[in-house]
Nanobody, 125 residues
């Protein structure tokens, strides 16, 4: 089992930055790829970024590429999402997700076994 707890969300002006953290419990974190998704009001949950087990491979949605950076610290069982140049359209609840003992990344929702409860990110114009 893996438990995921997100933090770092909040209210920021357009053009600002936030850093989300996701702390994981359980040994699975050191054996699996991780991802970030987001869900805006009235919309489906969508892929944002993913990172493989070693941290050597990252993937991004086109809408955030060049502005967001995903990283992980396996010694701390933590994955991060650095968000720069934020836009009002980035407003959403952001969710951390973990695959189940799978080292490679995926962009699909169904490829993740464990989910955090989410953290709200609001970007004002």
């Amino acid at each position: 089992q893996v438990q995921l707890v997100e933090s770092g969300g909040g209210l920021v002006q357009a053009g600002g930055s936030l850093r989300l953290s996701c702390a994981a419990s359980g040994r699975t974190f050191s054996n699996t790829a991780m991802g970030w998704f987001r869900q805006a009001p009235g919309k489906e949950r969508e892929f944002v970024a993913a990172i493989n087990l070693s941290g050597s491979i990252t993937r991004y949605a086109d809408s955030v590429r060049g502005r967001f950076t995903i990283s992980r610290d396996n010694a701390k069982n933590t994955v991060y999402l650095q968000m720069n140049s934020l836009k009002p359209e980035d407003t959403a609840v952001y969710y951390c997700a973990a695959r189940k003992n799978i080292a490679v990344t995926t962009t699909t929702l169904g490829g993740y076994e464990y989910w955090g409860q989410g953290t709200q990110v609001t970007v004002s114009s």
